[in-house]
């Protein structure tokens, strides 16, 4: 059974920071494009970063520069350190994992962040 499990994430005020985590289980973690998502109020869901499997992570403009995604293999988990956080940050964010060989994918439950003061 295939499970992506995120944590973290919380109320903050703008300008603090914070981390949140993806947790996999059920697949072969190596192989899989891992994705950060997020999705507003009554927006659509968008990516946030693109945690290849090997090479260069890829950010949306919104965030480059101030959000860093990793991902470590041997603990199958990716995390997202969220830095000068907005208002407009605020979220529900989702992790992904796609496989490209035979598209497989799969999608955690989400974790909230609310950035307020």
């Known amino acids: 059974q295939v499970q992506l499990v995120e944590s973290g994430g919380g109320l903050v005020q703008p300008g603090e920071s914070v981390r949140i985590s993806c947790a996999a289980s059920?697949?072969?973690?190596?192989?899989?494009?891992m994705r950060w998502y997020r999705q507003a109020p009554g927006k659509q869901r968008e990516v946030v970063a693109v945690i290849p499997v090997r090479g260069n992570t890829n950010y949306a403009d919104s965030v480059r520069g101030r959000f860093t995604a990793t991902r470590d293999n041997a603990e199958k988990t990716i995390m997202m350190q969220m830095n000068s956080l907005k208002p407009e940050d605020t979220a529900a964010y989702y992790c992904?994992?796609?496989?490209?060989?035979?598209?497989?994918?799969?999608w955690g439950q989400g974790t909230q962040v609310t950035v307020s003061s």
């Open positions: 992904n994992a796609y496989n490209t060989y035979d598209r497989s994918e799969y």
């Open positions: 059920g697949i072969v973690f190596s192989t899989y494009v």
